[in-house]
């Protein structure tokens, strides 16, 4: 069968089948698996079994639906990832829980924190962002030189700290020029000033 066919008979179930409906075998002459996806998953289930591996049951889906085995709701194709290794051809959990895993491998990469201790020190704040009291925290504040965490903030007032350069003698010049005290600079040296006492 040459590879511009836009069909495969399945060896196994003997159906003629659209070519997405087997994955890709780069030894096979037309480049596709002999059984289609759904045989294929049948078939290594089998095996599984057979050599006394814990196997999940399979979870009767309908037509375009896939189980996710992370948050155990049966959702459309439409909300998983595509994956050409995988014997369905997508994502083993859905977009929503892979983009939670995401979150909580960022946390643990990043910060060394898991999502339970930032949500105890989002509430340990209020629920409110450190600095401006008022809007969510939602974002981990870290120190750039130690890596030490210092709260969780809102994206604004991180983005502002991160523009300050997290220099604490540029928040204070910002807090005093808010409050109407200017900094009017003393020139004492070519390029270099002297703050106001």
């Known amino acids: 069968m040459g590879g511009g066919l836009a069909v495969k008979r399945c060896s196994r179930c003997k159906e003629s089948k659209p070519r997405a409906a087997f994955a890709s075998n780069?030894?096979?002459?037309?480049?596709?698996?002999?059984?289609?996806?759904?045989?294929?998953?049948?078939?290594h289930q089998a095996r599984q079994l057979a050599k006394g591996k814990?196997?999940?049951?399979?979870?009767e889906t309908p037509e375009g639906h896939k189980f996710c085995r992370s948050c155990g709701e049966v959702k459309p194709h439409?909300?998983?990832?595509?994956?050409?290794t995988a014997s369905d051809g997508l994502s083993t959990s859905c977009k929503v829980c892979r983009a939670a895993k995401g979150?909580?491998?960022?946390?643990?990469?990043?910060?060394?924190?898991?999502?339970?201790?930032?949500?105890?020190?989002?509430a340990s704040q209020g629920g409110v962002c450190c600095v401006c009291l008022s809007a969510p925290a939602t974002q981990v504040?870290?120190?750039?030189?130690?890596?030490?965490?210092?709260?969780?903030?809102c994206f604004n007032c991180n983005s502002a700290i991160g523009k300050l350069g997290d220099d604490p003698g540029a928040a204070r010049r910002v807090a005093d020029y808010l409050e109407g005290n200017v900094w009017k600079p003393t020139l004492v040296a070519p390029g270099v000033y002297q703050l106001p006492s």
């Not at 439409?78 to 050409?84: L, P, V």
């Not at 979150?103 to 339970?116: S, V």
């Not at 504040?141 to 903030?153: F, K, M, N």
């Open 141 to 153: 504040d870290h120190c750039h030189e130690t890596g030490r965490v210092r709260g969780v903030l």
């Open 54 to 59: 814990n196997v999940r049951p399979r979870v």
């Open 103 to 122: 979150r909580a491998g960022h946390l643990k990469r990043q910060y060394g924190m898991t999502e339970a201790e930032r949500d105890e020190m989002i």
């Open 26 to 43: 780069k030894a096979a002459r037309d480049g596709l698996q002999a059984y289609c996806r759904e045989c294929w998953a049948t078939y």
């Open 78 to 84: 439409s909300e998983w990832h595509r994956n050409a």
